[in-house]
């Protein structure tokens, strides 16, 4: 059985690392670099680097930041924010990140998925997928440029086509439960674990260690993003492992 994998999610904005809720009333959190080190040294199997604004703005993920986190570390990063093109892609896997993530580019020219794939395998390129629950209730809709935008796109279908275009991973993010410590949002994360062939990771309202558990065992996500929760010192992600094994749940050592 795969094992499952806990991951720390840097939100950066303007150099500091920074939390809100349902994407707004952002915080500070710290300081990038030495928030990426104090995560790979507690035991973290990913970490996720995310520049929330760069698109908003128009403008490039730092890729100076991107070279500085990476030395830091000995495990999978992955960098999303800005990114519009193979050479976007390409110069931040040349920075040190080992994928990227893919939101509002990847919604604008599907073609960027295929095409990064056959450029950079699969595994390098993640979709990320924001999410929120219509008002009727009748299923998600993707928002994109860090949620201020609304798409046509449902969040299930798009998943299925992102898949089949080549992504090796979806970021699942459910908008509703963000930053809300109340837990993820289950239906969408397992209807989207059932209809894609790819991993999940499953992001967006962890607040405790049964919400992380739930999003694995009832959600059947591949893997937990969290930020809150470590950031602020509720949890570490040793606490997170040990009770995720003793749950039954496979986790790396």
Not at 12 to 17: A, P, S
Not at 20 to 29: E, K, P, Q, V
Not at 93 to 99: C, E, V
């Amino acid at each position: 059985m795969l094992t499952r994998r806990i991951i720390p999610c840097l939100d950066v904005k303007d150099g500091r690392v920074v939390k809100g809720t349902s994407f707004l009333n952002l915080r500070d959190a710290g300081d990038p670099v030495e928030l990426a080190d104090f995560y790979y040294k507690g035991g973290a199997d990913e970490l996720v680097f995310l520049d929330i604004t760069a698109t908003p703005e128009g403008r490039d993920t730092t890729a100076e930041m991107v070279e500085r986190i990476s030395e830091k570390l000995f495990m999978p990063l992955t960098v999303g924010g800005g990114l519009r093109s193979i050479e976007d892609i390409q110069k931040l896997l040349r920075a040190g990140a080992d994928k990227v993530s893919l939101n509002t580019a990847a919604v604008k020219n599907p073609q960027l998925i295929s095409e990064g794939a056959a450029r950079f395998g699969s595994q390098c390129i993640v979709v990320a997928i924001d999410a929120r629950r219509r008002e009727n209730e009748a299923g998600w809709s993707v928002y994109v440029k860090s949620g201020q935008t609304l798409t046509e796109l449902d969040a299930i279908e798009w998943a299925k086509k992102a898949a089949e275009l080549g992504a090796g991973e979806i970021l699942l993010t459910s908008m509703d439960a963000d930053g809300h410590c109340c837990g993820y949002d289950i239906e969408l994360t397992r209807r989207i674990s059932k209809e894609v062939n790819i991993p999940v990771i499953a992001s967006g309202g962890a607040g405790s260690l049964e919400d992380l558990y739930a999003a694995l065992d009832e959600g059947g996500a591949d893997a937990v993003l969290a930020a809150s929760i470590f950031h602020y010192g509720k949890h570490s992600v040793a606490e997170v492992k040990d009770y995720l094994k003793q749950r039954g749940i496979p986790i790396r050592p």
